[in-house]
């Protein structure tokens, strides 16, 4: 009985910027700087979930990995690939598209699904750029 | 006397999308897919800039990196970090913002400058993701 | 009128092993080392498949990159991930798998349907391991 | 006294196939697809061996790299390199070849030997493609 | 109420030797190898500094990741980068230049200004090669 | 009858600085910035060798890797490895150890003993850093 962590790899990217819709113009490019740019910009971001479990005699995996980037794709990449952040995706509305609070939304959308394939999710580790990602571990 | 290529990698994320004004909504989704989302997307871009020459006795080298570094700051990065390729860059005006016609646009402002700073440019290389990128020489 | 170079990215799965039936074992280990074990050995192949073209005003590019793509995976991923480069690939009978075979075999399946889709074959290049590779240009 | 962990990546790159002989060959290519190809895939596998341990002033290290790198060499890289997991290895002989699998089993291999060499072990990460990979932590 | 943890990635090129001026050259030989030729040799080391903390509603984070970068270059990238880690270093002196002290060092060059711009250190990650990094958690 | 590359990746880790002894500290300082500190400075450089010939049909290559990789161990990578570029090599002395300079020395040293196993040097790529990396052909 061994607990075993397995991650996968997915991509997607999008346009957004940071805005907060309360502020001046002024204050926005203050604390946003170049994030702020009311034509947005946009990244390559690069997903890692990482599901724990145990794995069975009979496959010796618990989770089918075809499975998990079955689930990751419907319910992460195909709502955000391509996509400004901002303005087309359901689940990130209402909130700063940071990298950080797209870590989080995108764990409150994997969390149940997972249980269902056979996992329990553990992170969800989200590169913005390649010197600067997010991990959210549900705590 | 040997000549001798050296490349500078830069990075630079912007916002874009592929539109052709001229056709209808459904022609431009049917030959753009995805990269027709009115709404924009993005990508993390990642440039290699090529200059060859034949490297000074004294110095070991003939272009000299910083050089280099600024001046596709100036007229590269600065311009296109975090802007939208569409909307914000004057020397992409009026053309579709495809990898191909950035890199070529890119190796256009370089060009005459890189000979002032001592070499002569040989090949703009534009990654646009992971698993796609695009070369031009000049030609 | 600009001549650019695209590349598009792939991987694929296989096994394989370095055998010449017509020399004994001991020479085939000679020869071949570890590469030469009976049961077989493995890699994650990196495909990189550079096609050149003139891109058109009204979209960019010369290529669709979903074409090429899909164009890759019918002819040479599909046929060649999870395989056994020795045994079940009709196009790589006959002759020894060493990734010099195989990149030469690869340019001559996709060569003539690359022209189709609008753009030249220029270069096949395929990673062994991270530290080999090889590069097929049709001399 | 300050805990740290250090972690060397190795390499290795062998043939297997996901089959259960208790199963069909039909209820096989259900559960593994791909993965059960009778005559073998492969991978280059990547592992990260991670052990902790207290700095020595008079050395700044708990464990001589050289030693565990060479520790790693002859436990788990000489015995699956170019090999066949399924086949070839006497310490994954009647188990499944999955990524998890054989995570547990090399970190079964070099838990005790590892403690020989002045570190304890944390945790075996192990890559079978770009896109997945296991972490094991000895739970 | 979400905990996250940021990650930046930051780098700098540096000579060092491993010597102890307590033992023989030839003891030094023994123990370090070809780390401690007496000219010394260097590294391109990548440092990844991860910050936990809970992101502010108005922003989307917790601490701005201009003000973390440029905390990081003030402390430790430009006292450490083209330099000699055990000649040009004030605190670097006096220990081994190990990979191993070098990331406690900067653990404690961090940890108490991170505080003050809105986050609590979590791990300094620095690799000393590609293939060697090491990790501290402060504990 | 088909020409083909292949590449060999190997490693070496080295101090140097950039020196002019003809030119005053000023003058150093000002041509070569921090690359002059008069304590080193140093870099993990990455070394691609390419080589091209024409595949024998009972091997189905034309340099034997093994081989290739063995010559440049002995003739660069034992040489160069964990050395300074401007004190501890023989085929460095007397000329600025920039990555040109040395990509070009590298190229002397394999260009016949190459022949000699079967092929012929195409290219020298050296990387200096991440972002920065030469090439020289010969010409």
């Known amino acids: 009985m061994a607990l075993v962590y397995i991650t996968r790899k997915e991509h997607f990217n999008a346009a957004h910027k940071l805005w907060n819709e309360k502020w001046s113009e002024e204050k926005n490019f203050e604390m946003f700087g170049k994030c702020a740019n009311p034509n947005w910009h946009g990244h390559n971001y690069t997903l890692f979930v990482t599901v724990k479990g145990i794995p069975e005699p009979e496959t010796g995996y618990f989770v089918n990995l075809k499975a998990l980037s079955s689930l990751i794709r419907i319910?992460?990449?195909?709502?955000l690939d391509?996509?400004?952040l901002n303005l087309d995706v359901p689940?990130?509305?209402n909130m700063q598209s940071s990298c950080e609070n797209v870590a989080?939304?995108?764990?409150?959308?994997?969390?149940?699904?997972?249980k269902k394939i056979g996992g329990d999710l553990h992170c969800i580790k989200l590169y913005e750029t390649e010197n600067n990602y997010v991990e959210y571990f549900g705590e």
Chains 1, 2, 3, 4, 5, 6 share one sequence.
Do not use: C, Q, S
Not at 75 to 79: N, Y
């Open 75 to 79: 319910k992460i990449t195909d709502p």
């Open 82 to 84: 391509h996509k400004n």
């Open 91 to 93: 689940f990130l509305k």
């Open 104 to 114: 989080i939304a995108i764990w409150k959308e994997l969390v149940d699904d997972i």
